[in-house]
């Protein structure tokens, strides 16, 4: 079993910034990987950010390149989504999602490759 929580969410206008942070615990989470995606109201979940282990290959949906930044901090388990420029646009729930590691890596756009997910941090950007 592998335990995300969230936290970071929050109320902001838009064009201002916000550090969402995803804590992973249990057993095997050092053999996992950690990314983010989103749900909007009235939509479906989707891919939002994605690194390799190394936080050396980043991958962005299209709507938030240039303006969301992924990292990691390995030794404490820690995946981090830095939003600056948010738009309306952007509001919606956000998850941290686990995937076992491979070999090779490859951005994992698909929600169903992920096994475990957060609860997830509300973000809503006023206009």
């Known amino acids: 079993q592998v335990q995300l929580v969230e936290s970071g969410g929050g109320l902001v206008q838009a064009g201002g910034s916000l550090r969402l942070s995803c804590a992973a615990s249990?057993?095997?989470?050092?053999?996992?990987?950690q990314d983010w995606f989103r749900q909007a109201p009235g939509k479906e979940r989707e891919f939002v950010a994605a690194?390799?282990?190394?936080?050396?290959?980043?991958y962005y949906t299209d709507s938030v390149k240039g303006r969301f930044t992924i990292s990691r901090d390995n030794v404490k388990n820690k995946v981090y989504l830095q939003m600056n420029s948010l738009k309306p646009e952007d509001t919606a729930v956000y998850y941290c999602?686990?995937?076992?590691?491979?070999?090779?890596?490859?951005?994992?756009?698909?929600?169903?490759?992920?096994?475990?997910w957060g609860q997830g941090t509300q973000v809503t950007v006023s206009s």
């Open positions: 249990g057993r095997t989470s050092t053999t996992y990987l």
């Open positions: 690194s390799s282990r190394s936080g050396g290959v980043t």
């Open positions: 999602a686990a995937r076992r590691s491979s070999a090779s890596w490859y951005p994992g756009i698909n929600p169903a490759t992920y096994e475990y």
